[in-house]
């Protein structure tokens, strides 16, 4: 059977577990209108003609510049040199983002514009990707709920806003977040208000082992693209509409409370607020795993982020992630775990109890399948001491600050494998076969979420 080896590999512990885990990681409303209506009939038709022509905008503006040979600074960005990542959004038809955004930067004249603009384009890109994802976006020969050419796609245009030499003085580090946070979903992508339906809020990741193998994908990232924005009936007949964003896997964008400003907007109180939260991220091979707790700690070192960053914390030595604020060492889930796990087609869905801690009066780690014990100290929670912990226990530790009530926790997919042995080929039949039934059953899970409730 498919699932056995993963199976054992949970049956045997945490350690294992984590094991596979590695293994495998005005005019201003104007530009915003312009932007988004690019998004949809493929940008290059509608850009106003100071955006479609650099040399209009003035001397000294070199923001359409071709990138600058010399290897970027950040290790993220430093992949882009390898030509097989432009190929993911041309062949996906997000390229004319990539292309006409330096000459968009140019007409810019002042630090406010700017902000307007990165806005704009940051959520152009993102509804375009997920329009792309939901079939109503045709674009190129990947399949639709790929999530890597938008993963892509922004990369490059950070590194093209990184080379833009402005005449006046801006932020850049400020304008790049911006940037970032409206093309992950983060700014306009709110709820409809609409009496009745049920709200759920999701997050996924970006892809991540990227240094060990280019061509990865994140199946939690390509749920969230397919999932936002759509509606669909629960298990006890309730429709329900669902919100995504996608999150980077940066240690340092978790720091500056990337987490917090996804999920706050949406446990705020009021007729657009969440009735329930899950994060989402890739875990282990050949099953689902629904986290029934989430640890404080970081211990995951020595495995990098996408910046090759770490996090200074390791399985004998957990440390703390900075500007959490307060709460216990391990948050347990309250998603209705029995009827989320009652899907079990096609891969089968468990409920992780593990975690590791360092007991209370004890100094070394322990692992244990069934919970924490009084007055220990987290070491990793049933996802392990990586970023996919750490999101949930974050956006699960806002919740019970200000919406106890509700239900949330978090969803490991299976690894997505099936990539083609031959590295100059993005994708294979069976790739895309595992993904879709991956993606699928996320949403599957996520309709049983209501049942009996």
Known sequence: MRDTLAQRTFRRGPLARRAFKRAAFTRGAFLRRVALTAALLGVTAVLPPAAAHAEDAGPGCRGAVAVDPVPAPDPEQRRLADPRTAAFPERAGLDGFVRRFPAA??????????????????????????????????????????????????????????????????????????????????????????????????????????DAELRRANPSGSAALQLNGRRTTLADGTVAEFRAVVLPVRYADFDAGIVERAYGPRLAAGPRSADMITSISQGYPGLFTLEAWAGRARSADPYPD???????????????????????????????????????????????????????????????????????RAVAGGGGGYLSNEVAYRSNRLRLELRPDLPGGHLHTPVLTGLPADPALLTGTEFDRNEAGITGQVLAVLRSSNAGR
Not at 146 to 168: C, H, K, N
């Open 306 to 376: 996408n910046a090759n960053a770490l996090s200074g914390g390791t399985y004998d030595h957990p440390v703390t992630a900075p500007g959490m604020g307060p709460g216990a060492e391990f948050l347990r889930t309250s998603l209705p775990t029995d009827a989320m796990t009652a899907v079990q087609a096609p891969y089968p869905v468990r409920l992780n109890t593990a975690v590791s801690e360092i007991p209370a009066g004890g100094t070394g780690p322990v692992d244990r399948e069934d919970g924490p014990t009084p007055g220990s």
């Open 105 to 210: 930067l140019c007409t810019v004249r002042d630090a406010a514009g700017a902000e307007r603009l990165l806005d704009a384009w940051g959520e152009a890109l993102w509804q375009a990707a997920v329009d792309r994802a939901q079939g109503r976006r045709p674009g190129g020969d990947l399949a639709s709920g790929d999530d890597r050419p938008l993963y892509w796609a922004r990369l490059a245009m950070t590194v093209r806003l990184a080379g833009w030499q402005p005449a006046f003085a801006v932020d850049r580090a400020a304008l790049t977040s911006r940037f970032e946070d409206a093309s992950r979903g983060l700014t306009a992508n709110e709820f409809r208000a609409a009496p009745g339906v049920r709200r759920i809020f999701v997050s996924g990741f970006d892809p991540f082992g990227l």
